[in-house]
Structures are given as structure tokens and as C-alpha cells.
């Protein structure tokens, strides 16, 4: 008797690891019964796995974390036990909005300083501020975008307008002109550029190479009733992953995420995000893809943090405990994956590749340079949190 | 009190409206998607979103707002009931109300919410049984009509050929009969 399992998803290139895992057989072959559910909205898969009508979803890392923390919502445990991709998100603008940050530095017309450029002209001139969409207010996506802005003194809250679409409405909502810039995942990015011409200022991989992105969002109550189902489930998934990594089936990959039934969207823009040895490329298990770093969680803390929407004072190892490399190990040795031995590392420090040391020996790793060159240490988070010149943070 | 319902289903909407008809006094205003403008401008006290709405992400969006515009401060329902707001989530349904409201009034809106998205998911289901059964029906006589006709015999006799061959395959009737009808298209010489 096979065990049945409800999990959730949303429309996007990044849930390839669970579409992978059930079109292949994959949990089947764990002894699980898995329906996946497609969402439309990021708050109802949150809610799903909070209430434990799904047993885990594909979430926002930024999502999981406040979920445990009552921020934005009824607190809930979740757990992280592994991440789900890195890459494929980013911020673009609208042929508008590119046109006017190049006349604002025509050097570097997709700049966060063009940005600026273009802001104070729109002032000077008049007209309503610059909007963007992101897809949550927890997400990367909306830090990104913050980081980005502010880099070059562009206060994210008072500058321009940040609003929330799902990720599927945004080529929509740039096309009709009702905002000017997005930061979203994969496919719709390439959607975007595809229909109206928008242009990528700037990729996730470019902002922070193996940066987080989406992860595995466990009910926490079913985590602690079935943990050997669980585990099941991440090999399933661990498997899908490393199928969808391989630079040989990125075709079939698209074609599999195109359907109707999956992400419904065209095959080539979907395609342009798989491209083997493009650096913009998703990654999905290599490279520490599905690790779940703590110093992941400690920075996406920090910017809770600065944005205001935690405490200052918060407790940002009850924040990131959430994050369990312990249980990701342990899978990825059944399921014969080298895992890192250490939870947290130091991020943005390397601009060349490196090694880094695995449980079944060395594990090969790319430049992870972050933003504006700084490095993230995860134990002065809180330092670092309230560090930034623009900033909402509040005690 | 103004209560704003967002649902793409229109169908639903309008099953969740005639069971809040006798709430009063209770101001209630439909909609397919969010208008911002329109949200502005109507101030609901309550919003009642169906969770397969694109626009609750954009609704849920509106709590973080630290802007000084001229937005509402929502609250989610769940958080004066614990267990309530899980019962929503199942039948689908997630509110929101402005904060300051008192929560305990709202509960009577969301139990009929509730029960109006659970009478409809049954109504959906109910519709798509029929439909089901219907379309094996016509399989299932199609495939008798065939065994008449090759076999010469009469109907009582081709339906127990074909629950005969249900039995020894372990296979529902219907799936047998429609198996049956392929594999003479196929013999007949049909494309598909």
C-alpha cells in the first residue's frame, strides 16, 4: 500500500525537482503516491502546509523562514530540509523604463545608477513613480530588488513603488504599462522580454551566484510524524533533481515543463533558463543546488531585518533553525549525493572557482561573489542587518 | 458593513452572495479580480478571497504595506480563531478584515463563505460523476452493439461477454468495452 501525499506548487521553471520526481516515476518507486497541486498564489501554498493539507511544498526560502516566525502570517512550523534550485530569477525593466535609464547613464544603461537616474528624472518632471512587481514580499525576489535599488541610493520604499503580482500576471501587467519593472522567476522573465520587449537588468546568478531561491517547505507536524516518509520524498526529489541538472536532457526538460498540465508556458523561453554552461543557468543540484544552507537563511534573516518587517532584536538562530542540513545529509547519502559537511559557510567569498570539503570528498564550487563585493558571515547576521544606509530596520 | 468578495469562479460568487443576502446589514460588492482603485474607493471592512484567486498574494501584499497611502491594514482571520482558519483553507476560502474590526463578527460571514464553496465543490463533483457516468454508459453500449453484430447475439448476451471479460482481467466494465471498441477500430483498419 502505497502512501499518498499532497504537495503544492507554483507555475515556474525552479519546481522542475518535484515535476521531474512524479512524471518519472520517481516517487512512485519510494513507495509514494504523490499528487502535486498547482497553485495560483504563493499565500495558499503557505497556508496549505501550514494547516497540513499539504504535506510539503515548493516555497519561497524567504516565505519558510517568516512562516516560523509569525511574520505575515499565523506562525507555523515549516521545515527546510533541503533547498530546491539556485538561479533564474531577475529583475527587468520595460523598453520605457530602458529608455529613459539610458538616457539617465548611457555607460551602464541597466544599472542600479541609471535606475537612479531615471527616478530623479520622473521627479523632476512630474510624473508618478517607477512601479515594480515582485512576486511575495517574502522572496528573494523582493530582496534582490531592494538590494539592487538601494545599492545606488534609491530608497526602495520612498523612490519607486514595490507591489506584489503572481508570477504568472506580471508579463501581463508590464505589457498594459501598469508597472515598469518586475523581479520574477523563470519562465516568465523570458515571457516578458519575449512580449513586450522588456530588458533584464540584472539575473539572480549575476546578484548572487548559488544564492538561495526556493526550497522544500515541510509541515512540521508531518516532519515529526513520518520522518522516514519524508526522507523518501527528498531522495525522490534529490533524484529529480539530478536528472533535471544534466546537461543532456535540458530538451526534454523543456518540453516536460512546457505542457499544459505543468507550467503552461511556451518551450523556447523556457529552454533559454536550461542552456548548459550559460553561468545564468538554473542549477539544480549541482554545486550545492538543494543544500540548505544556514548562511542562506541567516542572510535572507538580515534582510528581514532591514526591511522592517522582523525586529531588530529578533532571534536569528531560533530564525534560521528552520534550515536542517542534518536531515538534507542524510538523504542525500541514500540517494548517493556528496553533501558539505559544515551547515554554514561564509558567503561572497570567492571570486574564483573553489572546493569545498563534502562528506564523500571534495565538492567543486563556482565563484560566489555577492553584491557590492561585501562578504556575509553568518554569525555577525545581526551586525550586518542593520549595517546598510537605507534601511527600515526598527528595534 | 462592507464586505468585498473576490472570486474568479463567478458561478461561486454568486452562490456565496445569495447566502450572505440574509446577513444585514451587510454591504456586499463582487468582483473577478482586484482593482486597487475599486478597493480604495469601496473600503471594505471584510474581504473574503477565494484561494484560487491570482490576486491573493497581491491582497496579502497590502498588510506589509508601510507606505502613508490610503491602504487598508488587513488582518487574516485566522489569527482570532486557531483551527478555524484551518477549516477556511480546506474548503478554500481565506479572509481578511480591516484591522480595528472586531473579528468575532465576521464569523458567521465566513461559515457561510465556507459551506457556500463546499456546496459548490460538491455540485462540481456531482456534475463531473454524471458526466463520467454518462460517457461509460455510451462506451459500454457501443462495445454491445459491436459484440451483437460480430458475435449474432442477442444483448443480454453480448453484456455478459463483456462483464465476463471484466471479471478475468480484473478491469472495470467500462475500461474492457473501450478497449474492445479500439482494437476493432484497429482491426477495421482506423488510423487512430
Given at each position: 500500500?502505497?502512501?499518498?501525499l499532497d504537495?503544492?506548487?507554483?507555475?515556474l521553471?525552479?519546481?522542475a525537482?518535484?515535476?521531474?520526481?512524479?512524471?518519472?516515476?520517481?516517487f512512485?518507486?519510494?513507495?509514494?503516491?504523490?499528487?502535486?497541486?498547482?497553485?495560483?498564489?504563493?499565500?495558499?501554498?503557505?497556508?496549505?502546509?501550514s494547516?497540513?493539507?499539504?504535506?510539503?511544498?515548493?516555497?519561497?526560502?524567504?516565505m519558510a523562514?517568516?512562516?516560523?516566525?509569525?511574520?505575515?502570517?499565523e506562525r507555523?512550523?515549516?521545515?527546510v530540509?533541503?533547498?530546491?534550485?539556485?538561479?533564474?530569477?531577475?529583475?527587468?525593466?520595460?523598453?520605457?523604463?530602458?529608455?529613459?535609464?539610458?538616457?539617465a547613464?548611457?555607460?551602464?544603461?541597466l544599472?542600479?545608477?541609471?535606475?537612479?537616474?531615471?527616478?530623479?528624472?520622473r521627479r523632476?518632471?512630474?510624473?508618478?513613480?517607477?512601479?515594480?512587481?515582485?512576486?511575495?514580499?517574502?522572496?528573494m525576489?523582493?530582496y534582490?530588488?531592494?538590494?539592487?535599488?538601494?545599492?545606488?541610493?534609491?530608497?526602495?520604499d520612498d523612490?519607486?513603488r514595490?507591489?506584489?503580482?503572481?508570477?504568472?500576471?506580471?508579463?501581463?501587467?508590464?505589457?498594459?504599462?501598469?508597472?515598469?519593472?518586475?523581479?520574477?522567476?523563470?519562465?516568465?522573465?523570458?515571457?516578458?522580454?519575449?512580449?513586450s520587449?522588456?530588458?533584464?537588468?540584472?539575473h539572480?546568478?549575476?546578484?548572487?551566484?548559488?544564492?538561495?531561491?526556493k526550497?522544500?517547505?515541510v509541515?512540521?507536524?508531518?516532519?515529526?510524524?513520518?520522518?522516514?516518509q519524508?526522507l523518501?520524498?527528498?531522495?525522490?526529489?534529490?533524484?529529480?533533481?539530478?536528472?533535471?541538472d544534466?546537461?543532456?536532457?535540458?530538451?526534454?526538460?523543456?518540453?516536460?515543463?512546457?505542457?499544459?498540465?505543468?507550467?503552461?508556458?511556451?518551450?523556447?523561453l523556457?529552454?533559454?533558463?536550461?542552456?548548459?554552461?550559460?553561468?545564468?543557468?538554473?542549477?539544480?543540484?549541482?554545486?550545492?543546488?538543494?543544500?540548505?544552507?544556514?548562511?542562506?537563511a541567516?542572510?535572507i534573516?538580515?534582510?528581514?531585518?532591514?526591511?522592517?518587517?522582523?525586529p531588530?532584536?529578533?532571534?536569528?538562530?531560533a530564525?534560521?533553525?528552520?534550515?536542517?542540513?542534518?536531515?538534507?545529509?542524510?538523504?542525500?547519502?541514500?540517494?548517493g549525493?556528496?553533501?558539505?559537511?559544515a551547515?554554514s559557510?561564509?558567503e561572497?567569498?570567492h571570486?574564483?572557482a573553489?572546493?569545498?570539503?563534502?562528506?564523500?570528498g571534495?565538492?567543486?564550487?563556482t565563484?560566489?561573489?555577492?553584491?557590492?563585493?561585501?562578504?556575509?558571515?553568518?554569525?555577525r547576521?545581526a551586525?550586518?542587518?542593520?549595517?546598510?544606509?537605507i534601511?527600515?530596520?526598527?528595534? | 458593513?462592507?464586505?468585498?468578495?473576490?472570486?474568479?469562479?463567478?458561478?461561486r460568487?454568486?452562490?456565496?452572495?445569495?447566502g450572505?443576502?440574509?446577513?444585514?446589514?451587510?454591504?456586499?460588492?463582487r468582483?473577478?479580480s482586484?482593482?486597487?482603485?475599486?478597493?480604495?474607493n469601496?473600503?471594505?471592512d471584510?474581504?473574503?478571497?477565494?484561494?484560487?484567486?491570482?490576486?491573493?498574494?497581491?491582497?496579502?501584499?497590502?498588510?506589509e504595506?508601510?507606505?502613508?497611502?490610503?491602504r487598508?491594514?488587513?488582518?487574516f482571520?485566522?489569527?482570532s480563531?486557531p483551527?478555524?482558519g484551518?477549516?477556511?483553507?480546506?474548503?478554500?476560502?481565506?479572509?481578511?478584515?480591516?484591522?480595528?474590526?472586531?473579528?468575532?463578527?465576521?464569523?458567521?460571514?465566513?461559515?457561510?463563505?465556507?459551506?457556500?464553496?463546499?456546496?459548490?465543490?460538491?455540485?462540481?463533483a456531482?456534475?463531473?460523476?454524471a458526466?463520467?457516468?454518462?460517457a461509460?454508459?455510451?462506451?459500454v453500449e457501443r462495445?454491445?452493439?459491436?459484440?451483437?453484430?460480430e458475435?449474432?447475439?442477442?444483448?443480454?448476451?453480448?453484456y455478459?461477454?463483456?462483464?465476463?471479460?471484466?471479471?478475468?482481467?480484473?478491469?472495470?466494465?467500462?475500461?474492457?468495452?473501450?478497449?474492445?471498441?479500439?482494437f476493432s477500430?484497429?482491426?477495421k483498419?482506423?488510423?487512430?
Open positions: 500500500m502505497k502512501t499518498a504537495l503544492g506548487f507554483i507555475a521553471t525552479d519546481a525537482p518535484l515535476i521531474v520526481a512524479q512524471t518519472h516515476g520517481l512512485a518507486s519510494e513507495g509514494l503516491d504523490v499528487s502535486l497541486h498547482r497553485e495560483v498564489s504563493w499565500a495558499t501554498i503557505r497556508d496549505k502546509v494547516a497540513g493539507v499539504f504535506q510539503a511544498a515548493h516555497m519561497l526560502a524567504p523562514i517568516a512562516t516560523n516566525l509569525g511574520v505575515g502570517s507555523a512550523h515549516v521545515v530540509p533541503m533547498s530546491l534550485n539556485a538561479h533564474g530569477a531577475g529583475i527587468g525593466v520595460s523598453a520605457t523604463l530602458a529608455d529613459e535609464m539610458a538616457q547613464d548611457p555607460a551602464a544603461p544599472s542600479a545608477t541609471a535606475l537612479a537616474g531615471a527616478v530623479a528624472q523632476r518632471a512630474g510624473k508618478p513613480n517607477i512601479s515594480f512587481a515582485v512576486v511575495f514580499p517574502y522572496s525576489h523582493n534582490m530588488l531592494r538590494f539592487w535599488a538601494a545599492s545606488a541610493g534609491v530608497d526602495p523612490d519607486i514595490i507591489g506584489v503580482a503572481p508570477p504568472t500576471a506580471i508579463a501581463a501587467q508590464l505589457k498594459s504599462g501598469e508597472v515598469d519593472g518586475f523581479c520574477v522567476g523563470a519562465p516568465w522573465g523570458a515571457l516578458c522580454e519575449a512580449q520587449g522588456a530588458k533584464v537588468a540584472l539572480a546568478a549575476d546578484f548572487w551566484p548559488g544564492g538561495p531561491d526550497v522544500l517547505g509541515s512540521g507536524a508531518w516532519a515529526n510524524r513520518e520522518p522516514a519524508m523518501a520524498l527528498m531522495r525522490a526529489l534529490i533524484r529529480g533533481a539530478r536528472w533535471a544534466e546537461a543532456a536532457n535540458a530538451d526534454d526538460l523543456a518540453a516536460l515543463l512546457a505542457r499544459p498540465e505543468w507550467l503552461n508556458a511556451p518551450e523556447h523556457i529552454a533559454q533558463r536550461l542552456a548548459p554552461n550559460t553561468p545564468q543557468s538554473l542549477r539544480f543540484a549541482r554545486h550545492t543546488a538543494l543544500y540548505p544552507w544556514r548562511s542562506h541567516a542572510w534573516a538580515s534582510q528581514m531585518v532591514r526591511w522592517g518587517q522582523a531588530a532584536d529578533m532571534d536569528l538562530d530564525a534560521i533553525a528552520c534550515y536542517q542540513p542534518d536531515l538534507f545529509r542524510e538523504a542525500a547519502a541514500d540517494a549525493l556528496n553533501a558539505p559537511v551547515d559557510k561564509i561572497g567569498a571570486d574564483t573553489w572546493s569545498l570539503a563534502g562528506r564523500d571534495p565538492i567543486e564550487m565563484a560566489d561573489q555577492m553584491p557590492g563585493r561585501a562578504e556575509f558571515a553568518p554569525d547576521a551586525e550586518y542587518a542593520t549595517s546598510f544606509k534601511s527600515r530596520s526598527r528595534s | 458593513m462592507r464586505l468585498l468578495l473576490v472570486d474568479p469562479d463567478p458561478a460568487a454568486a452562490l456565496v452572495a445569495e450572505l443576502a440574509d446577513i444585514s446589514p451587510l454591504e456586499l460588492r468582483t473577478g482586484l482593482n486597487q482603485a475599486e478597493l480604495a469601496f473600503r471594505p471584510v474581504i473574503v478571497v477565494a484561494s484560487d484567486s491570482p490576486d491573493r498574494d497581491t491582497l496579502e501584499s497590502l498588510r504595506s508601510t507606505q502613508a497611502n490610503p487598508p491594514v488587513l488582518m482571520v485566522d489569527r480563531e483551527g478555524f484551518d477549516e477556511a483553507i480546506r474548503a478554500g476560502v481565506a479572509a481578511y478584515i480591516v484591522d480595528g474590526l472586531q473579528p468575532g463578527r465576521i464569523r458567521s460571514i465566513l461559515e457561510v463563505a465556507m459551506s457556500r464553496f463546499q456546496l459548490m465543490q460538491q455540485l462540481r456531482d456534475l463531473a460523476k458526466q463520467s457516468d454518462l461509460t454508459r455510451k462506451t462495445a454491445k452493439g459491436l459484440l451483437m453484430k458475435r449474432q447475439v442477442g444483448e443480454e448476451e453480448a455478459g461477454l463483456l462483464r465476463k471479460l471484466a471479471m478475468n482481467s480484473g478491469r472495470p466494465i467500462a475500461a474492457v468495452a473501450a478497449d474492445l471498441l479500439a477500430g484497429v482491426l483498419g482506423d488510423k487512430s
